[in-house]
C-alpha cells in the first residue's frame, strides 16, 4: 500500500472524487486549492483532498474509497496517514459530511467527535436533493480529530 500526492490533472479521479462530492462544481470550489492524495494497493483504491482552514485546522474536504475496496481499511489508513503527517503543522484535522449513518459512525471510529452544524447546508448550495442511506441530507456536521 502506497500514498502519494497528486500535484497535476486532479480530475483524473473524477469518478472517486464524486463518490464523496455528488455535484463536480463543489469539487472545483476546493479541488485546485486542496492538497490531493491518493492510496494505492495494485491500483488506486482510495482519495482524499485536504485544504488549510486557518487557526490551525486541516480540513477533509473529499475523502472516497472505490466501492468494491470499501471496507478494507482503505478510507482509515488515509485518515491516519494525514493525522500523522500533520501532526506538527496543525492541531485539528475537522471533516464536514452529511448526518448520514454511514458516514458519521465512520468518522467516530477514527476518533472525530462532532464539533458543530451549518443548518441547510446540502438544501442551500446543492442543485437537488442528496440522499446517503435513505436519508436526505440537510445540515453539514462538522467533526474534529485533535493531532
Not at 42 to 51: F, I, L, S, Y
Not at 55 to 65: C, D, H, Q, S
Request: proline share 3%.
Amino acid at each position: 500500500m502506497k500514498i502519494r500526492e497528486v500535484n497535476e490533472n486532479k480530475k483524473q479521479f473524477i469518478a472517486l472524487l464524486l463518490l464523496a462530492d455528488e455535484q463536480e462544481n463543489m469539487i472545483d470550489h476546493y479541488l485546485e486549492k486542496g492538497t490531493m492524495y491518493v492510496l494505492e494497493d495494485g491500483n488506486v483504491k482510495a482519495e482524499c483532498v485536504v485544504t488549510d482552514e486557518d487557526n490551525g485546522i486541516l480540513e477533509i474536504k473529499n475523502i472516497a474509497v472505490d466501492p468494491q475496496s470499501q471496507g478494507q481499511g482503505y478510507g482509515k489508513a488515509l485518515i491516519d496517514f494525514l493525522a500523522s503527517k500533520y501532526a506538527d503543522e496543525y492541531s485539528i484535522l475537522q471533516v464536514g459530511t452529511g448526518d448520514s449513518p454511514l458516514t458519521v459512525p465512520f468518522y467516530e471510529k477514527c476518533g472525530f467527535v462532532r464539533s458543530h452544524n451549518i443548518p441547510n447546508f446540502f438544501t442551500d448550495n446543492y442543485d437537488h436533493p442528496i440522499y446517503e442511506c435513505g436519508v436526505q441530507l440537510i445540515d453539514m456536521v462538522y467533526l474534529q480529530r485533535c493531532l
